[in-house]
């Protein structure tokens, strides 16, 4: 039968039993990005805010379909000489007044209707975008925290299976008390490292759930969906472009409704002169013109042009920064991946070490303090291998995020 080399027989297994028993003992109701992503978006204040905005667009473009521009006028009125002549003198009066459109105004309010609701929902992207940032760094966070915590039990389960093996041969009297207190220190040493491990987990599992409203899952990471993603159609673009179609919209309603609504009027007036007069009716139809006030015009027209430009120059950085980022990102998810696969590469020559150190030790070629030492440093190549695992999640996470990707 063909030996089963020492160093498979330590604690710390390869990268695929690691992830093979992370995905095992995974629980049904955890979250992952994705799930999080959903459970936040459930949860979040800002978007429920930004939907209810939706109404006053829908108001917007209601009253743009509105016949007229506003609400009609009614006028009554009665005048009487009873308390002075008493003469007979009477009139009763009723007047409506009708607000009618300026020429282009109603199309120009519809066109700033429409652009506003293109604007919230370009807003409502990028809220859901920036969401899921959060969710990515929670989790990716807590992954940290768990690989950590995994490494440093790996190394205590290492520890204690020592320091009993010593402590039966301390028994026997087949090894010094010297390398029993040496193993017990070490084992102490482990254990304290692995209390610090296991609070980190558990304070960032609880900002995971306070955002997302689950429990974070080991097997939770993404694909890589940066191919997917349209550089134009990222949602913090589209955002600021929606912006400057909004001003554009307000300028050009600003310079069509540029006074107060013309108002048709109908007037309807009855009256008699004395107590012997019969009534007399009289119907008065009229128009009123406001003119243009010039200096309120350009102001209102300057504000929606200072929002245009503003939003333009933003664009126009924010497209360059978002090419850069994702340059970056993609370098860092290649140097991720990299520093994963030389870190399991340690990991393997390092157990092999400490497997050979081991048998070297039985056989009293080496003291203990040597296989100490082998073990420490098999923990931190564990720990490194694990961070590493994550690091390389987390880029795939990061180049999804500055590519405009949602989870």
């Known amino acids: 039968m063909t030996p089963v080399p020492a160093w498979r027989a330590l604690p710390f297994p390869p990268l695929s039993l690691l992830l093979a028993g992370l995905l095992a003992a995974a629980p049904a109701a955890a979250a992952g990005v994705r799930e999080g992503f959903q459970g936040a978006l459930a949860l979040s204040p800002d978007l429920r805010a930004l939907e209810a905005e939706r109404e006053v667009v829908t108001a917007r473009r209601a009253q743009a379909e509105a016949l007229l521009p506003g609400a009609p006028i009614l006028g009554l009125g009665y005048r009487s000489d009873a308390v002075t002549q008493n003469r007979g003198f009477r009139e009763y009066e009723g007047s409506l007044g009708l607000p009618v459109w300026l020429?282009?105004?109603?199309?120009?309010?519809?066109?700033?209707?429409?652009?506003?609701?293109?604007?919230?929902t370009a807003r409502q992207a990028r809220q859901r975008l920036l969401l899921a940032g959060e969710v990515r760094?929670?989790?990716w966070a807590w992954a940290l925290a768990a690989a950590e915590r995994d490494a440093a039990r790996a190394r205590l389960a290492a520890a204690q299976a020592l320091e009993r093996d010593l402590a039966r041969q301390v028994g026997a009297g087949n090894a010094p008390r010297a390398d029993l207190l040496l193993a017990q220190a070490d084992a102490r040493d482990a254990q304290l490292t692995l209390r610090d491990r296991e609070t980190a987990v558990r304070e960032a599992a609880l900002a995971f759930r306070s955002l997302t409203g689950a429990e974070p899952t080991p097997q939770g990471g993404e694909p890589d969906r940066s191919a997917t993603a349209a550089p134009g159609e990222d949602p913090r673009l589209r955002a600021v472009r929606?912006?400057?179609?909004?001003?554009r919209a307000d300028?050009?309603?600003?310079?069509?409704?540029?006074?107060?609504?013309?108002?048709?009027?109908?007037?309807?007036?009855?009256?008699?002169?004395?107590?012997?007069?019969p009534y007399g009716t009289r119907i008065q139809l009229g128009v009123r013109i406001p003119f243009a006030h010039a200096p309120a015009v350009r102001e209102r027209v300057a504000l929606a042009q200072a929002d245009i430009t503003a939003a333009e120059a933003e664009a126009a950085q924010l497209d360059r920064a978002l090419a850069l980022a994702r340059d970056r990102a993609r370098v860092r998810l290649e140097a991720a991946r990299d520093l994963a696969r030389?870190?399991?590469?340690?990991?393997?020559?390092?157990?092999?070490?400490?497997?050979?150190?081991?048998?070297?030790?039985?056989?009293?070629?080496?003291?203990?303090?040597e296989l100490v030492r082998a073990r420490a440093a098999l923990a931190d190549a564990d720990a490194a291998?694990?961070?590493?695992?994550?690091?390389?999640?987390?880029?795939?996470?990061?180049?999804?995020?500055?590519?405009?990707v949602e989870p």
Do not use: I, K
């Open 342 to 369: 030389g870190a399991e590469t340690r990991h393997a020559v390092l157990a092999e070490r400490a497997g050979l150190v081991e048998r070297a030790y039985r056989g009293g070629e080496l003291p203990l303090v």
């Open 103 to 120: 020429p282009g105004a109603a199309s120009a309010l519809r066109g700033s209707a429409e652009a506003q609701g293109l604007r919230l």
């Open 137 to 139: 760094d929670a989790y």
């Open 251 to 277: 300028a050009n309603l600003a310079r069509v409704r540029d006074r107060p609504d013309p108002e048709l009027g109908l007037q309807l007036r009855q009256e008699r002169g004395s107590f012997d007069e």
């Open 242 to 247: 929606a912006a400057a179609t909004a001003g």
């Open 385 to 404: 291998r694990r961070r590493a695992m994550v690091e390389a999640g987390r880029a795939v996470s990061q180049l999804n995020q500055v590519s405009g």
